[in-house]
């Protein structure tokens, strides 16, 4: 216990330190930023001096100058927080040329930089961020991600590495360095840097371990994890690459690399932006420590599945059942119903009473009935329609009229039906009329409506099952979205339309009048962040799509994900095992519908290298009842911890607490407590007061994320939550990297040494 405890102390101390280091080099990028700052101002009030020369060249150069100074401030001002995210560590390049930025041209390294037993020595490092930094001797502080210099913090591979030994993301907030995370890009080396071993932190340590591991079957594991995943990774993109891998096989990092390296092979193709879908807000926070959104375009957009529609966001959680109704495919058809159905809200006229060529006009709801049925019978969507609605409205009344015969000349009886239109479109009462009987629906509106138990039963009869339409519509009172709400709320705005807007004028740049110091100060440009945070909301489809965890995507949500890939690349990214959607083909189905007709190049990866064996083999057990005959990912390292097995003592809150504060005393990061969806309130509270290091979620948020050590909760009562729940329990068991406990209530089952039912041999 005690050597245990050394080692936890010296693991905190090595992440400690190299936080420490890092934050050390951005303060020390603050203080030069903070020079260019003055210059910058420095520049401008010199520029303004200038002025008083008074000759037109001295006015024409002043304003050049302050032009481009004042650019330069305000973009300096602009980007001054959160803009250092990464970091590489390089061996010694063939020649020593050095680029404009003052780093090293040199792409391979050099004869000699590895030594015969596999040592070597760090020649050279290099930081990533939003914008260039040189020091006052010219050497490079900051790399401009844009910049040559850059390209091998994406492009970098294990299979083909270049210079590049170590990749390190860095996350901060603020001038507060908050972590690091290391990839090894040459496990197989022992690397020094000013004389002291190359420090790695997060996985990068793990592979570093079985790179170096003496067994040459160890290193030899190793290389086929790389290759594999490098194969992934630069695949061609004029398709769909489709990756499947069982727990631990690194699919998500795997696709994060891919947009990188996709991004920075071909930038123009890809300047239309890169949306990355994950299915929880948990793995989205997870995802963006690894690949930080870049910079002037905002190429990279990660979005939680339930954050893809503007205005609205996922806080609520459907019960199964209500999930498969709202997923399936089948509420398409009721939100085709319920749209057209919506306009007959809100106390619809059922009369139109006007006044034309001194004779009063009426159509009676029959009228109405038929002129709206044939108004809907187009594709166009429904708010959309109205124009087509107004004008068989017209039509009805100019018939009423009688004054289609009155002038058998065609331009006189085309100039008395303008006439007669447009004397109709002027009263108040049409203008009334049209507004309450064809209303401008909004998606919100039409799933409010759709809340009415009653109003639901009409719309989705034959569709949805008495049961299914009561939960369906009391789930839709509550304050707040589902994930699946999201998609529906999709679904609408594609059914519903937005009608035409006036275009509105274009406002004047300011740039555009400028004439000196006066009209410059002002100004003040968009940051590259700002713009990225612009066009990411402006933007509706994307060149590139990757879909994390899609065995998890209803039917629904793969159309709302669809609509943004039209015309996209496309990378998905699952394990069929893991999901937990309860119609796996009906979900095929619309994947590939929405893929279209693209042609699909399949991979798979077979290692797992964060699982132990110990955690792995339990875990199989479940896998062999979720879905039998379906092979495990190969665990490729042992812990000699087996997992461990309580029983509920007192109470189910005593026990869970107490097994966390167990797990927090033996691991050295996280502790992931899992429970069944409907325990997950009730999971915070029994573990308030143990820190940050502790989490508890429901089982459904533990898809994608991974901790240190994991305690799953009643085993049972997460495989009897939904239909998929053996494939939900097979993904909760597979989270932990080093130690799992399992408590057994007594509904589990339990036997003599606390094993559950399930997960007896």
Known sequence: ??????????????????IGVEQEHLDRVYRRLEEKIHEAEFLMHDAAQRGQVGTPGALAERDAQVFRAGIHLSRLNNEFEDFLFGRIDLL??????????????????????????????IAETLHIGRIGVLDQDYAPLVIDWR??????????????????????????????????????????????????????????????????????????IVASIQAEQDLVIRAPAASVTYVEGGPGTGKTAVALHRAAYLLYQDRRRYAGGILIVSPTPLLVAYTEGVLPSLGEEGQVAIRAIGSLVDGAEATLYDSPSVARAKGSSRMLRVLRKAARGALELNDSPARLRVV?????????????????????????????????????????????SGAAGRHTDPELAAELRSSFDEDITSEDAFIAFLDAWWPELTPAAVLDAMADERRLGRWARRILNPGEIRKVARSLRRDGHSVHDIAMLDELQAILGAPARPR??????????????????PVREESQRERAERLAQERTEYAHVIVDEAQDVTPMQWRMIGRRGRHATWTVVGDPAQSSW????????????????????????????????EIAELASKVLALAMPGSASPKAVRSTGVEPRFTVVDHTLAETVRAEAARLLERVDG?????????????????????????????????????????????????????????????????????QLTVVSAERDEPDATGVPDLLRD
């Open 1 to 18: 216990m005690a050597a245990q405890a050394q080692q936890e102390t010296a693991l905190d101390s090595l992440r400690d330190r190299e």
């Open 92 to 121: 010694r390049g063939k020649d020593g040329k050095k680029g404009p930025d003052g780093a090293y041209t040199a792409v391979e390294p050099a004869e000699g930089s590895v030594r015969e037993d596999n040592t070597a020595d």
């Open 147 to 220: 910049a040559p210099a850059a390209a091998p913090f994406y492009r970098s591979t294990p299979v083909d590495p270049g210079r590049v030994v170590r990749r390190r993301v860095i996350r901060s907030k603020g001038r507060k360095v908050l972590g690091v995370e290391d990839d090894l890009m040459r496990p197989e080396l022992t690397a020094f840097l000013d004389g002291h071993e190359l420090p790695v932190i997060g996985d990068g340590a793990l592979m570093a371990a079985l790179g170096q591991a003496r067994s040459h079957t160890m290193r030899d």
């Open 356 to 400: 034309a060529f001194g004779r009063r006009l009426e159509l009676e709801a029959e009228q109405l009935a038929d002129i709206r049925r044939a108004a809907l019978g187009g594709t166009a969507p429904v708010n959309l329609l109205r124009p087509r609605a107004r004008k068989l409205l017209l039509d009805a009344l100019w018939e009423q």
């Open 504 to 521: 509105k004028r274009r406002e004047l740049d300011p740039l555009d009048q400028l004439t000196g110091l006066e009209e410059l100060m």
């Open 582 to 613: 309860s119609d796996p083909d009906e979900a095929a189905e619309a994947r590939d519908e929405a893929l279209g007709t693209r042609p699909r190049r399949r991979f798979e990866l077979t290692v797992n290298y964060r699982n132990p064996a």
């Open 670 to 738: 996280t502790v992931g407590v899992v429970v069944a969806m409907q325990r997950r309130e009730e999971a915070r509270r029994w573990l308030a007061g143990l820190g940050d290091r502790v989490v508890a979620l429901g089982s459904l948020e533990a898809k994608g994320l991974e901790y240190d050590a994991t305690v799953v909760v009643s085993p049972a009562e997460i495989a009897d939550e939904s239909p998929a729940g053996l494939r939900v329990l097979y993904v909760a068991l597979t989270r932990a990297t080093q």
